[in-house]
């Protein structure tokens, strides 16, 4: 297990964009890990790299980059409804999801196609077409980093919130996701109740779609707004939905009649932030090797030879220009570090 020094970044972050790692490990087994953290000095700082689909490197990483490679996909339980599976933090998701769809197992078909590993999947509870990961989720194992103690986190435990989980919060930087359990149905009743997805079903006249259906609808929907990262780098919702207010919302419906907004539970409205971007004119703009997607105004894109700065600065001028035309602050979805 020998860490490799000055390596380039650029293969592992979906963005495309070019940092160099200090000191870099390629991470194969939760025995390994325990080991490096043994030998880890608390001060050297630590990335902890799953897929890389939801970064943006802006500077060199000054300390140890771990890439978690841990495999292994299994089934752990089994009753007359569902099926446990166990898959190992390294697995790359649509691979897995793609596994469950083969054994028939539902829950994740909606998940089909988000870039990433399994290990990060939990971190910030992904979600699309109306599922979320914390759906289907039973439990995970994770090393602590200051201790090399496993620890198993249940879906209380996690806190799962919109684009949230307690590994976001108050234990940021305090765990290393090893492996996920996931609760699958035999018997899955499919949600297709996002537009999009409904509509490509009715478009193949699919009336009762099979799981698979469902995951063919989503790749297709997926594949004509979003760009693929293997030849656009970009690192999908760059920015959250935000929740607003009634009021505020009824203020923008008064502009603009057709305004887009789910209402939640708790009286607020989430509104798209791709929608917002939209109306602010940053849609399809390119600016020198960075630029604003021109079928999703949520995803910024890197054309090639994008520093992180150049997508951060595009970044915080779309912040800047929602905020002074709508008064709503936008979050980025996106890690920066
Ligand atoms: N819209 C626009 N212009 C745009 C984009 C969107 O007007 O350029 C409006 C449209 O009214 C559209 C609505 O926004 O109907 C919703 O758009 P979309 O279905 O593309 O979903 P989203 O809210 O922009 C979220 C997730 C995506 C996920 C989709 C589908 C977040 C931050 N993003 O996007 O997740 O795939 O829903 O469920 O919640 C990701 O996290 O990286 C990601 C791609």
Known sequence: MESQRNISLKPYNTFGIEAKANYFLKIKTVNELRSFLSNHAAQTPLLVLGGGSNLLFTRDFPGVVLKINIEGIQVIRKDN??????AGAGENWHQFVLYCIEKELGGIENLSLIPGTVGAAP?????????EIK??????????????????????ACRFGYRESVFKLELKDQFI??????????????????GAIEAT????????????????AVISVRQSKLPDPAVIGNAGSFFKNPVITASQYAHIQAEYENVPGYELPDGGVK?????????????????GEVGVHKMQALVLVNYGNAKGEDVKKLAFDILKSVTDKFNIELTPEVNLI
Request: charged share 25%.
């Open 81 to 86: 409804d569902y099926v446990w599976v166990k």
């Open 123 to 131: 971190m910030q509870n992904i979600g699309a077409y109306g599922v």
């Open 201 to 216: 079903l009715q478009e193949k006249g699919i009336a009762q779609p099979t799981i698979r259906d469902v995951s063919d």
């Open 271 to 287: 509104v798209p932030a791709g929608w917002l971007i939209e109306k602010c004119g940053w849609k399809g703009k390119k600016i």
């Open 177 to 194: 996701i090893t492996s996920v359990v996931f609760k699958l149905s035999k018997t899955h009743q499919v949600n297709t109740s996002y």
């Open 135 to 156: 759906d289907v989720f039973e439990s995970l194992e994770a090393v602590e980093i200051l201790t090399g103690k496993v620890h198993t986190f249940d879906n209380k």
